[in-house]
């Protein structure tokens, strides 16, 4: 049984730093690819990060201001996100893929419940 939990959502305004954790159950967490997606309303899930090792690629609108981790010890992966926008509000989501690389939600089997991200201007 794979579970995915998402935590440390909010409301925060922008310009200001949010840092979320995914707690995973995944039996070879070291080896899977753990990635960050996000929906916002009335808009497609959309690829933010993902990990695998220490390979690390992020969608563009992200890039210089969240950073992806992982700490395999506790099988958690975190997304810093910094300088945040209020095009950043979103339901954020944890997956895990057995794909290096992957930035497609079919490429991810595992998918957390989500947790929500606002940012006010």
């Known amino acids: 049984q794979v579970q995915l939990v998402e935590s440390g959502g909010g409301l925060v305004q922008a310009g200001g730093s949010l840092r979320l954790s995914c707690a995973a159950s995944?039996?070879?967490?070291?080896?899977?690819?753990m990635g960050w997606f996000r929906q916002a309303p009335g808009k497609e899930r959309e690829f933010v990060a993902a990990?695998?090792?220490?390979?690390?690629n992020y969608a563009d609108s992200v890039k210089g201001r969240f950073t992806i981790s992982r700490d395999n010890a506790t099988n958690t992966v975190y997304l810093q996100m910094n300088s945040l926008k209020p095009e950043d509000t979103a339901v954020y989501y944890c997956?895990?893929?057995?794909?290096?690389?992957?930035?497609?939600?079919?490429?991810?089997?595992?998918w957390g419940q989500g947790t929500q991200v606002t940012v006010s201007s």
């Open positions: 997956a895990a893929s057995p794909f290096g690389g992957a930035s497609y939600d079919y490429q991810y089997n595992y």
């Open positions: 990990i695998r090792w220490g390979s690390t």
């Open positions: 995944v039996r070879t967490f070291s080896n899977s690819n």
